[in-house]
């Protein structure tokens, strides 16, 4: 493959080895003029257009940087069992997005729900709402980089007709880190919002992320709200061996308005990898009455099937598997000492029973995937920039560190995310010296109106791009 065709930015039309200078212009008309003047002085006149809408870019400037020269052990030796939200990592172990930007890859798939809110069937729409819930986590397969910290005070947006919504983040507080969420559908019939709070630990061979918080959709035309937490993620190897991903945990989904109620169970790896990746569960009414059982990968596809059909194969599937596990031999067994928690080489793909119905099947990535950080085609353009749209100066797309990272300049990189950090001490200690305290500028913390539990509420307002109160953090 010719890496300069294949890496040619197609969102600036500029190939991988742009100065800094013309970064630089590029950021300067974003954020400093006016729609109008952007327009005029965009060159080669406006951002291409399919068919009257946007295109966006299909690959990143440069390939991922290799991380084969670089080990994490040395830091992470004396952090086992703490948090790591407080330690510095290497540069070279991120992606080229904040994780703003990861948490944006939640409406990748917001045809669901559209699907859902087209639903008369409160029932159906708890299934498209679950096939939409675990699609969102979909995008963590083989994604074993870590996105970069937010900055106090940094936001994301996005807009995208051709899928139909609007998306605003904000980080609301650094010590412990908080990124509230607002979306919305430009059909005014639905909202997503919610605060993520994720808690990371080290236990020796690999990193633990626990995504605290609460996740809410509403889906106005049936005055329905639905609210869950996501599974625990878990990248095995970060010491030695090949690096992979397992999500575990229980999905509860709540409808507020009906106490209709998914339980979706993320199954861990397993002694043989046979659970690897599997999401099991089932939808019950408000009398705890079975509906459907749900079942899949979070990394193909998701299922559901009546109950009793599902019993009825489940008993034949054991039976058969009580035979096969007969003949397994001791020596498969692999012991907790070894070297690297390896990966299943055999991953077997859903079996589907008879009379299941298909509710979301995962988007086939890029070929060229590998060398672009394992990034979606959603997330490849999520830090692209577009000379007509002015930004508000605290956007992640303006960070310096990961637009360098992002171009294959990992000292550059290095240089300016050490530079960010410290501007942010600075401004913490002044904050100190005059008993100042910091101000959110687009989220309040509240209380979720459907669990009571602590939130963050969206205030309004950002769309309307009065930024001349942000703060400077960059």
Excluded at 52 to 64: D, F, I, Q, V
Excluded at 240 to 264: A, F, P, R
Excluded at 437 to 465: A, K
Aim: overall charge negative.
């Amino acid at each position: 493959m010719n890496s300069e065709e294949e890496f040619y930015d197609a969102e600036t039309g500029l190939d991988s080895d742009n100065s800094s200078e013309d970064f630089a212009d590029i950021v300067q008309r974003s954020s400093d003029m006016t729609l109008t003047d952007q327009n005029a002085a965009a060159e080669g006149g406006r951002v291409p257009q399919e068919n009257g809408l946007k295109k966006h870019r299909t690959s990143l400037p440069a390939p991922m940087i290799s991380r084969n020269d670089f080990s994490v052990w040395s830091i992470l030796k004396r952090c086992i069992g703490l948090e790591l939200s407080k330690i510095t990592m290497p540069i070279v172990f991120n992606e080229p997005l904040s994780f703003l930007q990861r948490i944006t890859e939640f409406m990748e798939n917001t045809y669901l729900i559209d699907k859902a809110s087209s639903c008369t069937d409160p029932l159906l729409r708890m299934q498209t709402v679950a096939a939409f819930a675990v699609s969102a986590v979909a995008s963590q397969w083989e994604r074993t980089g870590k996105p970069f910290n937010p900055l106090l005070g940094e936001t994301y947006e996005l807009v995208r007709e051709d899928l139909g919504f609007r998306f605003i983040s904000e980080q609301v507080s650094h010590h412990p880190p908080v990124s509230a969420f607002y979306s919305e559908g430009l059909n005014k019939e639905f909202v997503f919002h919610g605060s993520i709070y994720p808690k990371l630990k080290f236990w020796g061979k690999s990193v633990e992320a626990e995504p605290r918080g609460t996740i809410t959709l509403e889906l106005l035309k049936h005055k329905e709200a639905y609210t869950w937490t996501n599974p625990t993620c878990c990248v095995h190897n970060v010491i030695i061996g090949k690096l992979w991903i397992e999500q575990y945990g229980t999905m509860e989904i709540l409808n507020h308005s009906t106490g209709d109620k998914c339980v979706l169970h993320f199954r861990p790896c397993g002694l043989f990898g046979k659970e690897l990746h599997r999401v099991e569960g089932y939808i019950q009414d408000k009398n705890k009455k079975k509906y459907c059982i749900i079942y899949g990968k979070w990394t193909e596809c998701l299922w559901s099937v009546d109950p009793a059909k599902y019993e009825s194969y489940k008993k034949v599937e054991k039976k058969g598997g009580e035979n096969k596990k007969n003949k397994q031999s001791e020596e498969s067994l692999k012991s907790d000492n070894d070297e690297a928690d390896d990966m299943p080489e055999v991953q077997e793909t859903v079996h589907v029973i008879p009379g299941s119905k298909l509710l979301w099947r995962i988007t086939t990535r890029p070929s060229n995937a590998s060398q672009m950080y394992n990034f979606t085609s959603f997330a490849v353009t999520l830090n692209e920039l577009d000379p007509e749209v002015k930004l508000a100066p605290t956007d992640c797309r303006l960070r310096t560190d990961i637009r360098s990272m992002e171009n294959g300049d990992l000292d550059q990189a290095s240089k300016e995310k050490e530079r960010l950090e410290e501007k942010q001490r600075a401004s913490r200690r002044e904050r100190a010296k005059s008993n100042g305290e910091w101000r959110t500028r687009w989220f309040t913390q509240g209380d979720n109106p459907h669990t009571r539990t602590s939130d963050w509420i969206y205030t309004g307002g950002y769309f309307d791009r009065s930024f001349t109160d942000c703060p400077d953090i960059y």
